[in-house]
């Protein structure tokens, strides 16, 4: 009875133990880096929509999988690589602000991949029609 309770115990502990390095060697496996994480717009007109991009590097082992592109709010549309990005090439999440708001304005991107989540960032001053550009 002793020994088929060890036999059990000991095929547990090896299987966490497999499973840890499994769940390690996948995390490792896929990741990526951005260029920039965040992106000034400075002082734009109302009305006129701007887009940013920001690249990225696949810098892991397996391709990178972008499952979701999500923004903070309606005014901001994103564009992203929706094929897989193998291991030393790059891909892009471009992101476009409509800009039909005056005042200042920050907003987030979230990109969920397989290498985890990064969120992104733009931010600007729209400022309205009839009013002229502050100097900077």
């Given at each position: 009875m002793k020994?088929?309770?060890?036999?059990?115990?000991?095929?547990?502990?090896?299987?966490m133990f497999h499973s840890v390095q499994a769940q390690q060697a996948n995390a490792q496996a896929s990741s990526m880096k951005?260029?920039?994480?965040?992106?000034?717009?400075?002082?734009?007109?109302?009305?006129?929509?701007?887009?940013?991009?920001?690249?990225?590097?696949?810098?892991?082992?397996?391709p990178v999988v972008i499952s979701e592109v999500k923004t903070s709010c309606g005014c901001t549309t994103p564009f992203y690589t929706k094929d897989p990005v193998p291991p030393g090439q790059s891909g892009v999440i471009k992101a476009s602000y409509n800009a039909?708001?005056?005042?200042?304005?920050?907003?987030?991107?979230?990109?969920?991949?397989?290498?985890?989540?990064?969120?992104?960032?733009?931010?600007?001053?729209?400022?309205?029609?009839?009013?002229?550009?502050?100097?900077?």
């Amino acid at each position: 009875m002793k020994k088929a309770y060890l036999f059990t115990l000991m095929i547990a502990v090896l299987g966490m133990f497999h499973s840890v390095q499994a769940q390690q060697a996948n995390a490792q496996a896929s990741s990526m880096k951005f260029e920039k994480a965040k992106h000034d717009f400075g002082t734009i007109p109302q009305g006129t929509p701007v887009t940013t991009e920001f690249s990225f590097k696949n810098t892991g082992k397996t391709p990178v999988v972008i499952s979701e592109v999500k923004t903070s709010c309606g005014c901001t549309t994103p564009f992203y690589t929706k094929d897989p990005v193998p291991p030393g090439q790059s891909g892009v999440i471009k992101a476009s602000y409509n800009a039909a708001k005056s005042g200042d304005f920050n907003k987030s991107i979230t990109v969920k991949t397989n290498a985890g989540d990064t969120v992104l960032f733009i931010k600007g001053s729209v400022v309205a029609k009839d009013q002229p550009a502050p100097n900077k």
